[in-house]
């Protein structure tokens, strides 16, 4: 049975990456993180205090990057017919993300989506399943990395395809194909 249990748990590991090659930011793909602990390593404050985020993305104008976090599991009770976005992987290294639904492929923050690599910007994606879990309480957002936009189409929402710097892992793109449906 101690065997066993060393297989499986080598099995849950994953293989985490830090995705900043300098290190200032201290945030691995393949990890999982609590919001506060992204906004605190992207150094998101407002008056000396993390910045509340209840969008779903940030934009780490120090880091020059676009922090999306996103929940595959959409419930009636905690997302309203227009915050209910399609956002599920498309193969282990796609991802298919709606933007906020005013996002249009003219404006500053679509512009900056489409061209963020000839900007010079990043795109790193934050998945969970579920906002809450048995318990009631938040569940962490494993870190997918850096992401580089492939198309996108239609406006208000925005429809993206992202391509992963690295594969999901296998289990996490199983599971998460089965949560987005």
């Known amino acids: 049975m101690i065997a066993l249990l060393d297989v499986l748990r080598e099995r849950t590991r994953l293989d985490a990456h ?6 200032v930011v201290p945030v691995h793909s393949h990890a999982t993180y609590g919001l506060y602990e ?7 404050v ?13 934009w780490a104008e120090v880091h020059q990057s676009d922090l999306f976090f996103i929940t595959l599991n959409k419930s009636d009770e905690d997302y309203s017919p227009t915050t209910r976005y399609q956002d599920y992987p498309v193969s282990p ?5 709606e933007s906020q639904s005013r996002t249009t492929t ?8 489409i061209n963020h690599v000839r900007r010079g910007s990043r795109v790193i994606l934050f998945v969970r399943e579920n906002r809450r879990d048995e318990r009631d309480v938040s569940t ?9 936009h492939v198309n996108h189409k239609s406006d208000r929402p925005m429809q993206i395809i992202w391509e992963l ?6 289990e996490i793109y ?3 194909k089965v949560a987005a449906g």
Do not use: K
């Open 140 to 148: 962490p957002y494993l870190c997918l990395g850096p992401a580089r």
């Open 165 to 170: 710097e690295r594969p999901m892992p296998a």
């Open 18 to 23: 830090p995705i900043d090659p300098v290190g």
């Open 93 to 97: 290294t796609l991802f298919h993300w």
């Open 174 to 176: 199983q599971h998460a």
């Open 46 to 58: 407002s008056s000396g205090i993390l910045r509340e985020n209840r969008e779903g993305l940030a």
């Open 106 to 113: 003219a404006s500053p923050t679509g512009q900056r989506y």
């Open 38 to 44: 992204i906004m605190a390593a992207y150094g998101l």
